[in-house]
């Protein structure tokens, strides 16, 4: 097949039920930029997975994401756990709420700017990182292309999934976050980074391969996606009113410079608590630890 030549997966929920609306003007733009298509709808949490899975089977060069950041990670997934994931490519048009990713690559918010894109043969092989939890006593394997984590953040979206759809922007993390506030306690955790292992307690850990989450937070200013390092963020144990006074520095990158804050540089990671422990990956909750992340370099192709 020629590389303008895609297989386009809508999700027509992304984007607080916005997506189904917009997709009739972004499917004129592809069709304007010269891009051969066919499309297909999701029909649920998952879906996106097997429809890209089967798309690389079938021979797609190009498999298009129209949704959000969760859009993404499930095309990406696709891909990533099919045998033949190095012959195609993944581009993104961004319909989602909080489009944290295509801020780190560089892909524009903008539909028309993002079609252009997909018309052009540059891409840009990325790394992507894998997580490793536990989901009702199931070990399991999820890639990631942005970011993951565990503790509070976690907490946030697991809450955040089940606010109502129609909620935009940072609308939902924000809630998330207020509303985990009332009940959640700092963790106590093992880490183990290299030959290195520290017991301490946190608030939360976010492994991160792009530089921003939770719609707009520059939570790793530093990260690149082809460095093949995971820029690994912790928060210890800071306080409530310490985090609602600190989370405007995350939206600026001040924050870590901030003595309960702290930031490295590696390969992989180990946490493990006594405690439970909830595990996110691209903005979605996953499970619960023991968790391990680590680095595939290099493995991802993306339209830019």
């Known amino acids: 097949m020629s590389p303008l030549h895609a297989k ?3 999700n027509p929920v992304a984007g607080a039920n916005s997506t189904h609306r917009k997709w009739p003007r972004i499917r004129q733009l592809l069709r304007r930029v010269g891009l051969s298509f066919d499309f297909q709808y999701t029909e649920g949490v998952g879906h996106a997975i097997e429809l890209a899975r089967a798309a690389v089977s079938d021979g797609w060069p190009l498999l298009v994401a129209v949704g959000g950041d969760g859009t993404v990670n499930e095309v990406a997934n696709g891909i990533l756990s099919s045998k033949d994931s190095a012959r195609s490519s993944i581009g993104i048009v961004s319909t989602g709420t909080g489009s944290d990713f295509i801020r780190s690559i560089g892909i524009p918010r903008d539909h028309a700017s993002a079609c252009r894109l997909l018309s052009r043969s540059q891409r840009l092989a990325i790394d992507v990182g894998v997580v490793e939890y536990s989901q009702n006593g199931r070990k399991l394997r999820r890639f990631f292309v942005n970011s993951a984590g565990v503790g509070f953040d976690a907490r ?3 809450i955040s999934q089940h606010l109502p759809k129609r909620l935009g922007g940072t ?7 207020l509303w985990s506030l009332a009940g959640y306690h700092n963790k106590s955790v093992v880490v183990t980074s290299g030959s290195r292992v520290e017991t301490k307690r946190i608030l939360s850990v976010v492994v991160a391969n792009g530089r921003y989450f939770g719609g707009g937070m520059l939570v790793a200013p530093g990260a690149e996606v082809n460095d093949q390092l995971l820029d690994v963020l ?21 924050h870590i410079s901030h003595p309960k804050v702290s930031m490295e540089r590696a390969s992989a ?7 439970e422990l909830l595990v996110h990956a691209d903005g979605e909750f996953l499970g619960r630890g023991p968790v ?5 370099p290099a493995a991802l192709s993306i339209a830019v």
């Open 234 to 254: 912790t928060v210890g144990d800071m306080g409530k009113l310490e985090l609602l006074k600190a989370l405007p520095t995350i939206y600026k990158g001040t």
């Open 171 to 177: 609308v939902p993390y924000i809630i998330g976050l």
């Open 8 to 10: 386009v997966i809508v």
């Open 292 to 296: 391990s992340f680590s680095l595939m």
């Open 156 to 158: 946030v979206a697991e």
């Open 269 to 275: 990671v180990e946490i493990e608590s006594s405690e």
